[in-house]
């Protein structure tokens, strides 16, 4: 399963704990605020200014990396 815009950021997250470095990278520190329960990862990237596109790009990168690695 690819990560989506549309999904919460607690969600990638929780399916996906190679993500938090790419996250954190980004300028998200907050994945223990209440905000990363209830926002999408879109909203959480316009918040901070971060580029979603480019965000999503890199993410779905390190799930298929940590994929072929195991």
Excluded: R, W
């Excluded at 938090?20 to 209830?38: D, P, Q, T, Y």
């Excluded at 909203?43 to 480019?54: F, P, R, S």
Aim: hydrophobic share 50%.
């Amino acid at each position: 399963m690819a990560i989506t815009k549309d999904m919460s950021i607690i969600e990638i997250v929780q399916k996906y704990p190679d993500t938090v470095e790419v996250l954190m990278n980004a300028g998200m520190g907050c994945l223990g605020c209440a905000a990363a329960h209830f926002e999408n990862i879109e909203q959480g990237a316009l918040a901070h200014g971060i580029d979603i596109d480019a965000l999503i790009d890199k993410l779905n990168e390190t799930v298929v990396e940590t994929a072929a690695a195991q």
